[in-house]
Protein backbone atom coordinates (compact mmCIF):
# COMPACT_ATOMS: atom_id res chain seq x y z
CA UNK A 1 0.00 0.00 0.00
CA UNK A 2 1.62 3.78 -1.41
CA UNK A 3 1.70 6.23 1.66
CA UNK A 4 2.97 9.72 0.86
CA UNK A 5 4.11 11.74 4.51
CA UNK A 6 4.33 15.18 3.53
CA UNK A 7 5.95 17.80 6.35
CA UNK A 8 7.54 20.98 6.57
CA UNK A 9 4.98 23.47 5.66
CA UNK A 10 4.55 26.23 8.24
CA UNK A 11 4.04 30.35 8.33
CA UNK A 12 6.98 32.65 6.31
CA UNK A 13 6.56 36.06 5.71
CA UNK A 14 6.82 37.32 1.82
CA UNK A 15 10.32 36.60 0.14
CA UNK A 16 11.34 33.99 2.56
CA UNK A 17 11.57 30.45 1.73
CA UNK A 18 10.35 26.84 3.02
CA UNK A 19 11.71 23.40 2.22
CA UNK A 20 8.57 20.73 2.06
CA UNK A 21 9.65 17.29 2.22
CA UNK A 22 7.60 13.77 1.35
CA UNK A 23 8.29 10.78 2.54
CA UNK A 24 7.21 7.92 0.45
CA UNK A 25 6.54 3.74 1.12
CA UNK A 26 4.99 1.13 -0.64
CA UNK A 27 6.08 1.77 -4.95
CA UNK A 28 3.94 1.21 -6.94
CA UNK A 29 5.45 -0.61 -10.18
CA UNK A 30 3.69 1.97 -12.86
CA UNK A 31 4.95 4.81 -11.56
CA UNK A 32 7.51 6.60 -12.82
CA UNK A 33 7.25 9.97 -11.16
CA UNK A 34 6.35 12.13 -8.36
CA UNK A 35 4.79 15.39 -7.98
CA UNK A 36 3.87 18.38 -5.54
CA UNK A 37 0.10 19.66 -6.06
CA UNK A 38 -1.48 22.70 -4.09
CA UNK A 39 -4.99 23.52 -3.31
CA UNK A 40 -6.55 26.41 -1.43
CA UNK A 41 -10.28 26.16 -0.77
CA UNK A 42 -13.02 26.87 -3.09
CA UNK A 43 -10.48 25.91 -6.02
CA UNK A 44 -8.82 22.80 -7.38
CA UNK A 45 -6.00 21.03 -6.87
CA UNK A 46 -3.13 22.43 -9.08
CA UNK A 47 -0.06 20.54 -10.11
CA UNK A 48 2.95 22.79 -9.06
CA UNK A 49 5.90 20.60 -10.04
CA UNK A 50 7.00 17.18 -10.92
CA UNK A 51 10.17 14.76 -10.99
CA UNK A 52 11.32 11.30 -13.07
CA UNK A 53 12.56 8.68 -11.57
CA UNK A 54 15.20 9.54 -13.98
CA UNK A 55 15.60 12.82 -12.80
CA UNK A 56 13.73 15.35 -14.88
CA UNK A 57 11.62 18.14 -13.81
CA UNK A 58 9.08 20.47 -14.87
CA UNK A 59 7.66 23.09 -13.08
CA UNK A 60 4.35 25.25 -13.04
CA UNK A 61 5.14 28.72 -14.77
CA UNK A 62 4.09 30.55 -11.69
CA UNK A 63 7.06 28.73 -9.43
CA UNK A 64 9.67 27.99 -12.45
CA UNK A 65 12.76 29.99 -11.10
CA UNK A 66 11.87 30.08 -7.19
CA UNK A 67 11.06 26.35 -6.39
CA UNK A 68 13.32 23.44 -7.08
CA UNK A 69 11.80 19.94 -6.36
CA UNK A 70 14.49 17.06 -5.86
CA UNK A 71 14.81 13.12 -4.87
CA UNK A 72 16.50 11.51 -2.47
CA UNK A 73 16.46 7.48 -3.97
CA UNK A 74 18.05 6.31 -0.90
CA UNK A 75 15.58 7.57 1.29
CA UNK A 76 12.51 7.30 -1.00
CA UNK A 77 12.13 11.16 -0.32
CA UNK A 78 10.97 14.13 -2.71
CA UNK A 79 11.73 17.95 -1.38
CA UNK A 80 10.63 21.45 -2.94
CA UNK A 81 12.74 24.03 -1.70
CA UNK A 82 10.57 27.41 -2.04
CA UNK A 83 11.93 30.52 -2.27
CA UNK A 84 10.87 33.95 -2.67
CA UNK A 85 7.55 32.82 -1.98
CA UNK A 86 4.81 35.28 -2.47
CA UNK A 87 0.94 35.42 -0.85
CA UNK A 88 -0.75 33.74 -3.65
CA UNK A 89 1.85 30.56 -3.05
CA UNK A 90 -0.05 30.23 0.01
CA UNK A 91 -1.92 26.55 0.19
CA UNK A 92 -2.01 23.09 1.44
CA UNK A 93 0.83 21.45 -0.43
CA UNK A 94 0.20 17.42 -1.44
CA UNK A 95 2.49 15.09 -2.57
CA UNK A 96 1.62 12.41 -5.37
CA UNK A 97 2.97 9.79 -7.09
CA UNK A 98 2.21 9.49 -11.26
CA UNK A 99 3.34 8.69 -14.40
CA UNK A 100 4.98 11.27 -16.40
CA UNK A 101 4.66 11.14 -20.37
CA UNK A 102 7.33 11.99 -23.05
CA UNK A 103 6.09 15.33 -23.48
CA UNK A 104 6.36 16.74 -20.42
CA UNK A 105 2.39 16.19 -19.22
CA UNK A 106 2.06 13.98 -15.52
CA UNK A 107 -0.67 11.99 -14.66
CA UNK A 108 -1.57 11.60 -11.02
CA UNK A 109 -2.57 8.36 -9.64
CA UNK A 110 -4.82 8.52 -6.88
CA UNK A 111 -2.15 8.04 -4.29
CA UNK A 112 -2.24 11.24 -1.59
CA UNK A 113 -1.26 12.44 1.47
CA UNK A 114 -2.37 14.61 4.07
CA UNK A 115 -1.06 17.04 2.74
CA UNK A 116 0.98 20.18 4.71
CA UNK A 117 -0.38 23.56 5.04
CA UNK A 118 2.32 26.80 3.74
CA UNK A 119 1.02 30.43 4.75
CA UNK A 120 2.54 33.38 3.30
CA UNK A 121 2.59 36.35 5.05
CA UNK A 122 2.30 40.10 3.57
Known amino acids: QVQLVESGGGLVQTGGSLRLSCAASGGIFSANAMAWFRQTPGKQREWVAHITNGGSTKYHESVKGRFTISRDGAKNTINLQMNSLKPEDTAVYYC????????????????WGKGTLVTVST
Open 96 to 111: NTGIAGQEGQYYAMDY
